[in-house]
């Protein structure tokens, strides 16, 4: 059975600093999801990450996937008080394409 | 705004009772996705359409069911409510369902008294 693991489940960081988010997963997966959520809010896909090397970078946050190790990051860089949200991963299992998610990583950016 | 649209945002009903929530995907969307979202479970994928025609079942119990129609909006059917079926539901769409980002809807918050 497909289990997502995300650490750290809180982090508290400071504007300016950097730190990286993992997912790990349990079997051969076909693509991985991280997704985006504020308090209150609905989801926002952030990255679609496909194949072994993958990574991708929108402003402040990077993806890559490593599918020998079933392991992706989301690192942070130099994060800003915008970047407060909850942070989820998601798994689509290869050849059935259910889909698991993380617990989520509660992300808060103080000044 | 995503262009997904979710009806009701807010439903409250007691158990035994069946509801049906809608989506409507973003215009040009074949897929849409159903996920639910509530404190013990976390975020879980139920199920996916594409152009009319089931393509993925995720952690769906057997009393919900749902369906994508001829103008692609869909509709989560509930039935036989628990307590625990309380949660926010969300629906997202994308082109093809693929490797596109998904848009999501903004939810129906489902309270069973």
């Known amino acids: 059975e497909l289990k997502v693991e995300q650490n750290p489940l809180f982090l508290s960081m400071q504007e300016g600093k950097n730190y990286t988010i993992y997912c790990n997963y349990s079997?051969?997966?076909?693509?991985l999801y991280w997704y985006r959520q504020d308090p209150g809010k609905s989801l926002e896909s952030l990255f679609v990450?496909?194949?072994?090397?993958a990574v991708k970078q929108e402003g402040r946050l990077m993806a890559s996937l490593d599918t020998k190790a079933r392991l992706s990051t989301l690192h942070i860089t130099a994060a800003v008080h915008d970047l407060s949200a909850t942070y989820f991963c998601?798994?689509?299992?290869?050849?059935?394409?259910?889909?698991?998610f993380g617990a989520g990583t509660r992300l808060t950016v103080k000044p | 705004d995503s262009g997904v649209t979710q009806t009701p945002k807010h439903l409250i009903t007691a158990t035994g009772q069946r509801v049906t929530l809608r989506c409507s995907p973003r215009?040009?969307?074949?897929?849409v996705y159903w996920y639910q979202q509530s404190l013990d479970q976390g975020l879980q994928f139920l199920i996916q359409?594409?152009?009319?025609?089931?393509?993925a079942k995720g952690n769906i119990l057997e009393r919900f069911s749902a369906q994508q129609f001829p103008d692609l909006h869909s509709e989560l059917n509930l039935s036989s409510l628990e307590l625990g079926d309380s949660a926010l539901y969300f629906c997202?769409?994308?082109?093809?369902?693929?490797?596109?980002?998904?848009?999501f809807g903004d939810g129906t918050r489902l309270s069973i008294l």
């Open positions: 079997t051969t997966s076909d693509r």
């Open positions: 998601a798994v689509v299992g290869y050849n059935n394409n259910d889909m698991r």
């Open positions: 990450l496909l194949s072994n090397g």
């Open positions: 997202a769409s994308s082109l093809t369902g693929g490797v596109q980002p998904q848009h």
């Open positions: 359409y594409y152009n009319g025609e089931e393509r």
């Open positions: 215009s040009g969307d074949l897929s």
